[in-house]
């Protein structure tokens, strides 16, 4: 993990989310700096390798609960992103007026009706995905409810793309940095940061499929191969 920090931290590409922004240790001097002296310590601490061995040890024997752990404060955190940027009227109107009025108008009669375009939404973008949405939205009537589904998509994620990698052969520890990698994308958290579009849909299914197939776990994989077939006609 710091070997991970410091070679980012060098390009200038490891990014953070943080109150509704992207930190970047480019950007924030002294928290690169600090990122970089950790690092080093690390590498020049002779005892790392037994500090290492204990705190794998540690994992080890809490595997289970340390990965629901994180995938618990993960899921925590999106959520408390999502509310708050909700209710704090961060968010840019118009995409996600016409996302949420595809589906109130569909449930009142009119197929898929975006407002702002004044057509079907199907007539712009073909992402029968949305009608996935629609016994949620039902229950849920507010645009809340779509970022919510967007933030838990993103959560979901990690899983097959751990399974990935564990599948084709690689240890706990390099899973593990493979999943922080993907966190850690800044391209990722600045789409999390927009209200809410369906291509953030592609990563849970595109990670499906790579699983399901590394494991021949072939009636997983078109049904995933469908799914993101579905979000989006690009």
């Known amino acids: 993990l710091f ?36 690092a080093v310590g690390f590498i020049a601490d002779p005892w790392r390798a037994q500090r290492l061995a204990a705190v ?4 080890g024997q809490r595997r ?18 999502k509310v708050t940027q909700y209710f704090s009227f961060q968010i ?3 995409d996600l007026t016409l996302f949420e009025s595809t589906l109130s108008n569909t449930l009142n009669g009119r197929f898929m009706y975006a407002f702002g375009l ?16 629609l016994p949620l939205y039902a229950l849920f009537p507010s645009a809340l409810t779509l970022m919510l589904v967007q933030a838990f998509a993103l959560v979901a994620a990690c899983w097959p793309l751990f399974g990935f990698s564990r599948t ?15 966190l850690c994308n800044a391209v990722v958290w600045q789409s999390f940061f927009v209200d809410f579009h369906v291509e953030l849909f592609a990563p849970l299914g595109i990670f499906s499929m790579a699983f399901a197939a590394a494991a021949g776990r072939w009636r997983l994989y078109y049904l995933a191969l469908l799914g993101t077939l579905l979000i989006k006609e690009e």
């Open 3 to 38: 070997a991970t920090a410091f070679i980012s931290s060098l390009a200038g590409g490891f990014e953070l989310p943080f109150s509704g922004q992207v930190l970047s240790l480019k950007s924030w001097k002294v928290l690169r700096y600090v990122v970089l002296l950790v």
């Open 118 to 133: 004044n057509r079907n939404l199907f007539s712009e973008h073909f992402g029968p995905v949305m009608l996935g949405l």
């Open 56 to 59: 794998e040890g540690w994992i």
């Open 64 to 81: 289970k609960a340390v990965l629901l752990g994180c995938a618990g404060a993960l899921t925590a955190y999106v959520i408390a992103f």
């Open 92 to 94: 840019s109107a118009f």
């Open 168 to 182: 084709i052969g690689l240890s706990q520890r390099l899973s593990v940095l493979v999943v922080i990698a993907f």
